[in-house]
């Protein structure tokens, strides 16, 4: 009797952490969706804040990624629930390509952590001069986001704008999110004149600022994933040795 309560114990916790692994699956893919869809266009804009592709790409790895987690969370509660080792041996290889996958990750983050601060500092600079863009209108309205938000001009300065292609046209000008009273129809002309109506530091040092605050919550989300992966794969091992048990001991 005591047997086969914990036998249907080991099923009710495979399905039970693998159903909290499949809804961080869905939130993560419709967090995709959202991002590629027109309900996430002003979020969309700071993926096309810079130039790089890998930032382009994170909404479909998002994608990708929470439908492969779906995928393996189902056959997990598939393969408790009809008792089958095929499918639990499938979902333990899947899991454990899948965390070794993730440290993969963690490990080459912070290796190459400051060509990442590089290539960001690159891609602001280069993404300066799609200001005003007809083609480029999500990055206008990205950057003039930005420098309202966080209250900040240029790359590292206000000057910054004085050598971009919009600048050039725009003599001693920056961009009017550069202004503290954006009321002032003339406070971002001639600014060099009067720097006390804009924002003189650059963006770069508050968007790492702030990339890195956020990444505590992403570290916090990825540890709780890590922890439900964990205990899934050590109850799914479980009930696949304690199904072949049962098997061995029938026959």
């Not at 419709?30 to 979020?43: D, Q």
């Not at 490990?107 to 690159?122: A, D, F, P, S």
Request: charged letters at 20%; a positive charge; aromatic letters at 12%.
């Amino acid at each position: 009797m005591s047997g086969d309560c914990g036998y249907k114990c080991l099923k009710f916790m495979v399905v039970f952490f693998n159903l909290l692994f499949w809804l961080a699956g869905c939130a993560l893919f419709g967090l995709g969706i959202w991002l590629l869809s027109n309900k996430g266009e002003v979020a969309g804009d700071y993926t096309k804040l810079t130039g790089s592709t890998n930032y382009k790409a994170a909404p479909i790895l998002c994608i990708v990624i929470g439908a492969v987690t779906i995928v393996v969370a189902f056959l997990a509660c598939c393969g408790a629930i009809k008792e089958s080792q095929c499918m639990l041996g499938s979902y333990f290889a899947f899991i454990v390509l899948i965390f070794v996958l993730e440290i993969t990750a963690i490990v080459l983050t912070y290796v190459y952590r400051e060509q990442i601060e590089k290539n960001l500092r690159g891609d602001i600079k280069d993404t300066l001069n799609r200001y005003k863009d007809i083609d480029h209108e999500s990055v206008t309205r990205a950057i003039d986001e930005i420098q309202a938000g966080f209250k900040c001009c240029g790359n590292y300065k206000y000057s910054d704008w004085f050598n971009t292609t919009w600048g050039r046209k725009n003599k001693e000008s920056v961009p009017k999110s550069c202004c503290k009273n954006p009321s002032d129809d003339a406070c971002h002309k001639h600014v060099s004149h009067d720097l006390t109506k804009i924002y003189t530091k650059g963006c770069y040092d508050f968007v790492r600022k702030y990339l890195l605050n956020n990444l505590h919550v992403i570290s916090g989300f990825g540890i709780w994933i890590a922890v439900i992966q964990i205990m899934g794969m050590i109850f799914g091992l479980c009930l696949c040795c304690q199904i072949r048990h049962s098997n061995d001991t029938y026959v």
